[in-house]
């Protein structure tokens, strides 16, 4: 019964992530990645994109040439409606990994509270439509996380062995050590190694627990570890991915000087620590973008960890919670895809939630004497609630989940206004360019915040002939002219762009709007001369103007 459970939340799970994978337009990281690939296949392997490893443009090299050998055969040629996007293509592997997910967490979760508690978990990611839209997105997050509970699946098998039988839990240790070097072949994010060392170490000054790796053990799950990491990861051997890291971390990757966040306008580095975006930027998330359900039941799980009664496995997920909050909420950059790895462990205390209500309601039945039969399928019925309320929620934000936003935060009429860059996140912009590239007079400028994102779609729509330029590139500004386009995308609010954007929106009115379902996504101008007056003032002023010394605007 567990297999065909598991096998339903992975398939359907799989179903819902897939559906109108490529209804949304490129991102303009998810263009790097599709850069990255090109430059992998045309001259092996090398340091595009090296600020990131590997593993994850490798497996959608191989979709990619998949789709594209599909895209070739004779079917596709009789019935072109069959092929597949480059956006599907370079999705597909996060989507399947983000599906497999679903057992990874029950794994996990049935060694600490049990298959109950690990299935709900399960079933609870299988159809949030935040982790449908975490796994939508072609970022290393998803990766990351699956790598991370396959990691944990072998260190919790690993106690128990060494705890509870007289076999050898050796091979789990090295098992352990190759996932977690396939985690930090995802993305370099070593500190998720804590919340498992943590757990183990809490368990050395108990003299009966028998779960003792020793020095040589360590060294060796380590040596796994790099080992593993070098094998899916080669490119770090390349000197160019070492100066592209290093770009990275000395923040000038970042191409652009602001986040915005309910309406505000942040700095978006890592430095800038509490003064960037807010602390408590990821406890709006939890609080406006997870099904109600999910919400509530996190709340009531929450005190349940400090409860003895749960068990010491309460332990693994305090130190999830623990370190993911230190190590991701202080920072002054963030992302909403940072929280694709924190996700799992809220869950995973809603169902903790869910179990605990679903059986203090059956006592309460018992009590007061209703139904005596009824009440031991009261904890099983919250639990289907639970989950159905969020397959619903799901079905309604298909496909654009990202913009999903419950009743706590305003629903569909707030969605948007919360997170804009990770909520629309470009999608918009292959339909924008194509509308353009149908509008526009021949050698056209078209600024936007995307500008790289724009030259890739109006190649592939025939209009390499247009020029691509950036909003907050003061110069190109100044050289628009009449029957140029400015684009206005959702998201894409800087404090360099911050007064242009104003000004077209106070004195004047867009030649037409793109929409993601009901949530208005993109304005588009078409530039006449009293718009090139505005765009030209907003840019001397900006040539002018020094770069912002607060983090808000």
Known sequence: MVFIALSVLIIAGFGFRVSGLGAEGLSEDELNKLNAVADYRAHGLTGANGEHPMLMKAMQAATIILAEKWNNSSFVASHP????????????????????????????????FGA???????????????AIGFNRVAKEDTFLLFFFLLANVFWLRGQRVAESTDLNPNRYYWLTG?????????????????????????FQKLPQTQWRLATKRILKFFVCMGITFVILNPTILLPETWHQMGLFASSKRVSHDGYEFMGQLYTQ????????????????????KLPVLTVVAFLIGLPLLFRRKLGDGRYFVIFWIYFWIVFFCFPGGKFTRYYTTFLPAVLITAALGIQFAGRWLA?????????????????????????????????????HFR?????FGGGVAQAGNFFPHDEFYDASMRDTIAEIAQKAKPGARVAS???????????????????????????AMTQLSSGDFVIVARGRRYFSNDKLISNLATHAQPDFQLFLGPTPSVKVYILNDTMTGIVHSAAQARWHSAPPSASKG
């Open 449 to 475: 915040e995307s500008p790289l994102l724009a030259s890739y779609y109006a190649q592939r729509f025939n209009r390499s002939d247009l020029s691509c330029v950036s909003l907050s590139d003061a110069a």
């Open 81 to 112: 409606a069959e092929s597949i996007a480059p956006e599907t293509a370079l999705r597909l592997p996060g989507v399947i990994f983000g599906a497999f997910t679903a057992l990874l967490i029950y794994l996990v979760v049935a060694e600490l």
């Open 363 to 399: 006592k309460w039945i018992a009590k007061l004497g209703w139904a005596n039969g009824v009440k031991h399928y009261v904890p099983a019925s919250l639990a289907v609630i639970a989950i159905i309320w969020s397959i619903m929620n799901s079905i309604n934000a298909t496909p």
């Open 403 to 407: 913009l999903f936003t419950n009743s």
């Open 178 to 202: 190759a996932a977690y070097g396939a985690m930090m072949a995802s993305k370099y994010v070593p500190h998720l190694l804590a919340i498992s060392m943590s757990y183990y170490w809490m």
């Open 269 to 288: 580095r890592l430095v800038d620590w509490l003064n960037g975006i807010p602390v408590y930027f990821y406890g709006v998330f939890t609080a406006v």
């Open 116 to 130: 109950e508690v690990a299935l709900i978990a399960a079933a609870l990611w299988a159809f949030d439509p935040s």
